[in-house]
């Protein structure tokens, strides 16, 4: 999906329902329900003859959302609520006059099939900006989610909590048991928690809830109802442990006897500890993440680094706390990924391993052990604490590929105003012990720092927010060197205000962000945000920042239609604008985009939009790799999108992105297609393919120093890129799935009409720019990298929290440029390569006291 597809934004209200009603911050009725105290917990077996559901107050006010607002549902629905010292209990009645017309979707734990569900949200701490989701279908399938910010859910979040469903003639019910150890709340006498109940019907794609969650405000915790009578709950400590075993067939490459395998057998353990109900432990150590999918491979020819998702469970869950994102847009979108903290620095293949290592050298450093702090306190201050520490990695000739080191992050964030204001800062660190080897590569130590505001104001319809960073790495002269000549930076780089230091040992940045937006009321949405960023700004130790040096004017503006008309359920149009400059006073990029996004009503959605780029004189100081900056030619990148109804057995959609630029001399084509089939209600496939060709007729190629002068030289790139992803899904219970994903990857380029940097670089003319060059002989003309990866995994929930994994992950690869041939024959090479397999077996075994 293209990058520029704006997100439509989730925003809510809420309106007076039955029982008593509060106010809240803003001046406005709050729906209120209330709980009761029960001596015998009810069995949860889904049926509602527990005597405490027959003296329960129910509540049964609903509201419809989608894809109406505000208007009465078509079926009607009831819940009650009930606790003891140490469980929440929440019974809800889905009445349907047509039980056999409920859609069912049996998948594993935190999969949405296309399936009717429930789902409750709880604000324990009440602070309208936090909380815990709990969902479940008719096939008793769960998925759960950590909610930060307001906005964001967190599906990698795995609470333990007991449901049990049953469809009978009125319907279908829900009965939930959610452990209070699950939960964070404040020692107190009493407790109100925020509280909603959301219901899908999936065959009239239709959402109610109560309260009424409109999406004409912002935010999600802070407008959920309020559960009250919660008395003399709990405060003791939790104590959850998960010990496991992990037993590895791996395969062994030794120059001299070739392949072989490897029997490895490790331990490890999670620890969760409630230091008080408000304050939670969790620390690991010697964790093994041998169940999660490889990434997914890429071709990387342009002057920053990849950013690949963190999938491992323990730096997932409870992210949303350590975000400090940078160049971050229109409320959540956040596609640059750029922030103080990227977890995936932890772990990382070893830096060195390209200078110090070979094939048998590791490809990821372990972790030796890493915990995290969290806490929030009555008077809405939200704080944590990661620490982690990596082993030394040892190369050929017993060389450091990658040092000791360690990592920390503190994070605290102050809700103000009942959570329509806030203030939070952040701190970085990053210590290393080098050698005289490694020295030269890499800072023995990284700081950042970060603070920020945020204001709503206008019913939260407006608001106003900041934030300021500061940085610091020191290390030897060649390593700040290093960095300063870097892709994130190129001081060397003539025309521009920055100069190199050969003799520096620190280098110190700072970067600023203010923006202010409406998000919420009627359809209008807009936002304007200026960013500004130094050019010694580094936060790559411990954070992910693709380049500095830049000032960026972004605004943006929007169109939502979010209750069904005419042919639409929804519909929303986006128009953004941007301006980037170095601060030295270049303009970088000037463009204007237009994107367009509509539900319709038979379940399909189609999206459509285009960039133009270049509007006015710009020019690129990356392009030459740190050479002179190069003016850059307009350019139009049109893209477009369709998605077909999710409910049926087969459902599909592709999506389009076209370019075109350099005077008509550069174009590429990107198709992906995909298709899913519902072959049951337990057995899914997804089939998915990446088609790409382009011909980039100025693709930076080398820059060559011949007698003191330096060429910076560039080539027309025909490249074309054919990969796949495969998925298949089956369940056998809720507890017990089979999971197998595999992506097939072949990328071939060929260079040609190598060219240099002319005397003009700034010319307004494409064809002024470049000059004929003759590359050295041993030149490089073509490249062809093949993949495939492939996992499978068994996982089985033998009792809740305990989990066996059953693993098989293989993979092959190769780049060797065996010459044009067709895509059949390229893929006919990949899978007679020799194969990587890593066969495992993990048993995590939860224990609560």
């Known amino acids: 999906m293209p990058s520029l597809v704006i997100a439509t934004l989730a925003t809510m209200a809420m309106i007076p329902q039955e029982g008593v009603t509060a106010t809240s911050s803003t001046g406005t009725a709050v729906a209120t329900a209330s709980a009761v105290r029960v001596e015998q917990a009810p069995r949860i077996d889904g049926r509602t003859d527990d005597p405490v559901w027959r003296t329960a107050p129910t509540f049964s006010a609903f509201r419809q959302f989608e894809p109406r607002v505000d208007v009465d549902p078509t079926l009607r629905t009831e819940f009650q609520v009930a606790y003891d010292e140490k469980n929440l209990y929440v019974l809800v009645r889905m009445h349907d006059p047509h039980p056999d017309s409920i859609m069912h979707a049996l998948s594993r734990r935190d999969v949405r099939g296309p399936s009717d569900q429930i789902k409750l949200l709880i604000d324990s701490y009440d602070d309208k900006r936090s909380g815990f989701e709990f969902a479940v279908n008719p096939d008793g399938v769960k998925r759960d989610f950590a909610m930060s910010n307001d906005n964001n859910e967190d599906g990698s979040w795995n609470g333990v909590w007991d449901v049990a469903t049953v469809v009978d003639s009125l319907g279908w019910v829900a009965e939930f048991r959610i452990p209070l150890s699950q939960l964070r709340y404040a020692p107190a006498e009493s407790h109100t928690f925020g509280f909603g109940v959301w219901r899908d019907i999936e065959r009239y794609k239709e959402r109610t809830s109560w309260p009424l969650w409109s999406p004409t405000r912002n935010g999600i915790s802070s407008q959920l109802g309020r559960l009250t009578g919660l008395t003399g709950i709990t405060a003791e400590r939790r104590v959850e442990m998960t010990p496991y075993v992990v037993t590895k067939n791996v395969q062994r490459f030794d120059p001299s006897s070739g392949y072989g395998r490897d029997q490895q057998l490790s331990l490890g353990g999670d620890l969760k500890l409630g230091i008080t109900p408000n304050v939670t432990l969790d620390a690991t150590v010697n964790p093994d993440f041998g169940q999660v999918e490889a990434d997914p491979a890429v071709v990387n020819l342009t002057a920053f680094e990849t950013f690949f998702s963190e999938r491992r469970p323990f730096f997932v869950e ?25 977890s995936r620095r932890i772990g990382r293949s070893p830096a060195l391993r390209g200078q110090y290592g070979d094939a048998t050298t590791a490809t990821s450093t372990p972790i030796a052990g890493a915990a995290k702090l969290t806490g929030r306190t009555r008077g809405g201050l939200s704080f944590g ?216 009503n038979n379940n399909w959605d189609v999206h459509l939009g285009g960039t133009v780029s270049g509007v006015t004189p710009s020019y690129c100081d990356r392009c030459t790799r740190g050479g002179p900056l190069v003016r850059t030619s307009r350019g139009f990148f049109p893209w477009g999108g369709i998605n077909t109804d999710s409910r049926k057995t087969v459902s599909g959609g592709t999506w389009v992105n076209l370019s075109f630029s350099d005077e008509g001399n550069s174009r590429g084509t990107s198709l992906s297609p995909y298709l899913n089939f519902r072959l049951s209600t337990n057995l899914q496939a997804n089939f998915g393919l990446g088609i790409e060709k382009s011909r980039n007729d100025d693709q930076w190629y080398n820059n060559y120093a011949v007698a003191g002068v330096t060429h910076y030289t560039f080539a027309h790139l025909d490249q074309r890129t054919l990969s796949a992803s495969v998925r298949l899904n089956y369940t056998v219970t809720p507890d017990l799935t089979f999971e197998f994903y595999g992506a097939p990857f072949v990328s071939t380029g060929t260079y040609s009409n190598f060219r240099e940097l002319s005397d003009t670089p700034g010319a307004d003319r494409y064809a002024d720019r470049l000059q004929p060059y003759t590359p050295p002989a041993d030149a490089t003309t073509s490249f062809k990298f093949k993949q495939v990866r492939t996992n499978a995994v068994v996982r089985w929930e033998y009792r809740p929290g305990s989990t066996l994994f059953l693993v098989w992950a ?29 066969f495992l077996v993990k048993v995590a075994h939860w224990v609560n006291r």
């Not at 992210?319 to 990227?342: H, K, M, P, R, W």
């Not at 092959?812 to 390569?833: C, E, H, I, N, V």
Request: net charge negative.
């Open 810 to 838: 293989h993979g092959r690869q190769d780049d060797r440029d065996t010459g044009p041939q067709s895509w059949s024959r390229d893929y006919r090479d990949l899978f007679a390569l020799h194969p990587d397999n890593t």
């Open 385 to 600: 604490l990661l620490e982690a520490m990596t082993p030394e990695v040892r190369g050929t000739q017993d060389r450091a590929v990658e040092p000791f080191t360690n990592y920390a992050v503190f994070r605290a964030q102050q809700d103000l105003r009942g959570g329509e204001s806030g203030i939070s800062v952040i701190a970085t660190a990053v210590n290393r012990s080098l050698d005289a080897l490694t020295e030269p590569f890499m800072h023995d130590a990284a700081y950042a720092t970060g603070a920020t505001f945020r204001h709503r104001f206008a019913r939260g319809q407006y608001e106003l927010a900041g934030q300021f960073a500061a940085s610091r790495v020191t290390g030897a002269p060649a390593a700040i060197l290093r960095t300063q000549q870097g892709g994130v930076h190129y001081f060397q780089q003539p025309g521009d205000d920055l100069e190199v230091d050969s003799s520096a040992t620190s280098m110190t940045g700072h970067a600023e962000q203010l923006k202010f937006g409406k998000y919420g009321g009627g359809i209008t949405r807009f936002e304007t945000s200026i960013v500004r960023q130094s050019a010694g700004f580094d936060v790559n130790d411990l954070g992910y920042l693709r380049r500095a040096d830049r000032i960026d004017w972004s605004t943006w503006g929007a169109l939502t239609w979010r209750t069904a008309r005419w042919i639409y359920r929804w519909a929303q149009l986006n128009g953004n604008h941007w301006e980037t400059w170095t601060t030295s006073g270049t303009r970088l990029e000037s463009a204007w985009n237009m994107n367009g996004h509509m539900g319709l």
């Open 318 to 342: 409870g992210i949303g706390l350590y975000q400090f994102a940078l160049n971050c847009y229109i409320v959540v979108d956040c596609s640059t990924n750029e922030g103080l903290f990227y």
